[in-house]
């Protein structure tokens, strides 16, 4: 209730602060009743009072507002009577004319009837009288002074004006008695002249229909999208980029592209057209809505619209399309172009001057580098084409030292090697097309021998390999630790040689051919090759002993990093995995089945066809590897132990002990025993073969056959043999059946065939 008191004293302060000034400045000259102040009602729309006119710089005093609107003004009325009861309040009316002077043709003009508030109006009231008395003076002619009582009303009413080029002027009229619509006409207004900028009017009016507004508000909301996507989708767009969609884009952004360049290419022309554009489609279509809007509004929601419409989602949709978006509409990018050109112009030129012209992105090597690693993270590229290109980026850094072969890793033959069978069976083994040659010890290599020098050598002749260097001559390269893979590249790709042999950096290679120096490991074009793609590159020459000397490595490294054994002994203590690879390479596996078939009685023809000897050497039972891991012998066959199977050498070492002596020879490739386990001497026919086995002599070896090291063997068992003869002879039983007319020693065979089974 006290800040309610106060509320209301403070008011009554103000309007009788009013009356005051009205008074001192002449305004009783003007007519009862007079108008004090006049304003909207709270919650209409804003209308502004003594606007500067933009074009002519002319302070309009009035009210502005729009014409053929209605509006519910507040008046301020002070009336020349006492008034002690709110029923005792009269009537008023208003209407507003275009003269400056008068308010004649009252009839011709709108009458609006003032409404008088209780609650804002000051009635005097005779027992709580909390409103100082005003007394106004009032001159006559020629006659004394008279004091008069005043009452201040407030009323609003609901105005509306035509539109006119003049200014309105308000004329107001009081009485205490009510008039009906006929009496009217009776009623006296006092104008209340052209110093009172309350009581004048000046209407205004829209330019464009509503519906039109709209349209345009929402072309302008386009063109604000428009342009900010652009400002996104267009300069993020890179020359380089748009260069290269050229080149190798799709068939659309080759398109795209091509015709997005030109006007692309002046960046900074392009950037100064899309931001002019931008800022005066906001700055417009804020203006248009702040005339429909109070301000507040205005502001919140010409916000929001922009926000949301013209940035948002634009954005969002050029951030991905921008060059679909871009293409298709270059048209209108060309109009902003010339149509803002006095301002986008000038400006252009002046960040050309400052900053320069753009320059299109380079990419250096570490750049490609991480690029070509985000597309392999989001799936663009295969890690196997990642590895080749990554490969090629870091080639040019690498250095011969990277990529070398350490002279323990290098299998190299003594220039005073003999090449005999087990020379030949060496080679065979390790199996490189080229092989260094060392003379005295392996650091210093003096050569370079071709598997092919030697397809036309005999073992039997036991040629010495220094007449098979000497006689060839081949070109070996020489290198250093830092010699740059590029360098080295060059060097193969020219065909002199594809080995290389590395010394210390400190090395003199220019000297003499007749002075051998100290190699510390070899380089080949396929180290390179396999450098530069990232991938070790395998062919049918990776054997088993390249397997068994990587895990010899990686046992040296651990347990027995500090013994000194070699490599062949310490061999017996590896266990290889061979669950996924097989004993023999098809290479062996093919001559071993052409020796049996063609040397070996008991697989020849005449008891197994071809293609069940193949199926009896893929069975994987049939091959069989023998290690002397335990240091106790390991024997394949026992003297007089008894037997029943066969046996055929395929690689390692095994040997033979005969005699009582025990006289010892070494089992080579492809030696074979066993064969009276499978067939007699005096067993001519297959089906005296496999016959009853009860009455057969069982096989007890007169020989011991040891396991070396290491031994892959095939090993039949009579079982199987009988097995594949068994079915020979039921196929060339069928074969017979179906090809020969006469058939007289088929009941012989059958009977016979049935007996022994």
Not at 59 to 65: A, D, P, S
Not at 381 to 396: C, R, Y
Not at 513 to 528: A, P, R
């Amino acid at each position: 209730m006290l800040f309610k008191s106060i509320k209301i004293n403070l008011s009554i302060l103000i309007l009788l602060n009013v009356v005051y000034q009205a008074k001192s400045a002449n305004f009783n000259q003007i007519a009862y009743p007079k108008l004090i102040y006049s304003t909207p009602k709270i919650g209409s729309n804003s209308y502004t009072l003594n606007e500067l006119d933009s074009l002519s710089n002319e302070l309009k005093k009035g009210w502005v507002l729009k014409a053929d609107k209605e509006v519910k003004y507040l008046f301020y009325v002070l009336v020349e009577i006492k008034i002690t009861k709110f029923n005792d309040v009269g009537e008023a009316y208003v209407f507003f004319t275009n003269n400056p002077t008068s308010c004649t043709n009252s009839e011709q003009n709108e009458i609006f009837k003032i409404k008088f508030i209780r609650e804002r109006s000051k009635i005097h009231d005779l027992e709580f009288d909390k409103i100082r008395r005003r007394k106004a003076r009032q001159q006559g002619n020629n006659e004394p002074t008279n004091e008069i009582e005043t009452t201040l009303l407030v009323g609003e009413a609901d105005i509306k004006l035509n539109h006119s080029s003049d200014k309105y002027f308000t004329c107001l009229s009081y009485a205490t008695n009510n008039y009906t619509e006929i009496h009217k006409t009776e009623l006296k207004f006092s104008h209340q002249g052209i110093n009172n900028i309350h009581g004048q009017f000046i209407t205004i009016k829209d330019l464009l229909p509503i519906y039109l507004v709209v349209i345009f508000y929402l072309i302008l909301l386009f063109f604000s999208a428009l342009f900010s996507g652009l400002n996104l989708g267009l300069m993020s767009l890179d020359l380089t980029e748009l260069n290269i969609l050229k080149k190798i884009g799709t068939r659309k952004e080759k398109k795209y592209a091509t015709k997005i360049f030109p006007l692309r290419e002046r960046g900074n022309l392009l950037l100064c057209t899309i931001l002019i554009g931008n800022v005066l489609v906001n700055s417009t279509s804020t203006l248009i809505l702040g005339n429909y809007l109070e301000g507040l509004f205005a502001a919140i929601g010409s916000t929001m619209l922009i926000v949301i419409f013209g940035e948002i989602i634009p954005q969002a949709i050029c951030s991905r399309h921008g060059l679909a978006v871009g293409t298709y509409t270059r048209f209108i990018t060309h109009s902003m172009v010339y149509i803002t050109f006095i301002a986008s112009y000038p400006l252009s030129k002046i960040l050309d001057f400052f900053l320069g012209k753009e320059i299109a992105s380079t990419y250096n090597r570490d750049l490609v580098r991480e690029l070509m690693k985000q597309a392999k993270d989001g799936k663009g590229i295969e890690e196997t084409e990642f590895k080749i290109l990554t490969g090629a980026l870091d080639f040019k850094d690498k250095v011969v030292k990277d990529i070398m072969v350490p002279l323990n890793d290098v299998f190299s033959l003594d220039i005073n090697s003999i090449l005999d069978f087990e020379t030949f069976k060496l080679i065979l083994h390790q199996g490189y097309s080229r092989i260094p040659v060392y003379e005295g010890s392996k650091e210093y290599l003096v050569g370079m021998i071709l598997i092919q020098d030697l397809l036309l050598n005999d073992p039997a002749d036991k040629v010495p390999l220094r007449a098979v260097i000497e006689y060839y001559k081949h070109r070996v390269l020489k290198c250093k630790l830092e010699d740059k893979l590029t360098f080295m590249f060059d060097k193969f790709r020219k065909g002199d040689s594809h080995m290389a042999f590395v010394y210390s950096n400190d090395a003199d290679l220019g000297s003499q051919d007749n002075i051998v120096l100290e190699s510390v490991g070899i380089c080949t074009f396929e180290n390179i090759i396999e450098e530069l793609v990232q991938s070790d590159i395998k062919d049918e020459a990776d054997t088993k002993r390249e397997r068994r000397k990587k895990k010899t490595r990686e046992l040296l490294k651990g347990k027995l990093a500090n013994c000194t054994v070699s490599n062949e002994n310490l061999n017996i203590f590896i266990e290889e995995d061979h669950s996924n690879k097989p004993l023999i390479s098809p290479q062996i596996k093919k001559a071993l089945y052409f020796f049996l078939s063609s040397s070996v009685r008991p697989f020849t023809k005449q008891f197994i066809s071809p293609k069940l000897l193949e199926a009896l050497l893929a069975k994987p039972d049939n091959m069989i590897e023998k290690r002397n891991l335990s240091g106790n012998d390991e024997y394949l066959y026992e003297f007089g132990v008894e037997s029943d199977y066969f046996i055929t050498i395929l690689d390692g070492n095994a040997t033979l002990q005969v005699g009582s002596e025990g006289y010892q020879i070494n089992a080579g490739l492809f030696s074979y025993y066993g064969i009276d386990a499978l067939i007699n001497d005096d067993e001519k026919d297959p089906l005296e073969c496999i016959g009853n086995d009860i009455n057969r002599k069982p096989y007890k070896p007169e020989f011991s056959l040891k396991v070396d090291n290491h031994c892959v063997c095939l090993r039949i068992s009579r079982k199987d043999w009988k097995d594949a003869v068994k079915k020979t002879i039921m196929e060339q039983m069928i074969q017979s059946n179906q090809g020969e007319t006469t058939e007289s020693k088929k009941p012989d065979m059958n009977e016979s065939f049935k007996e022994n089974v």
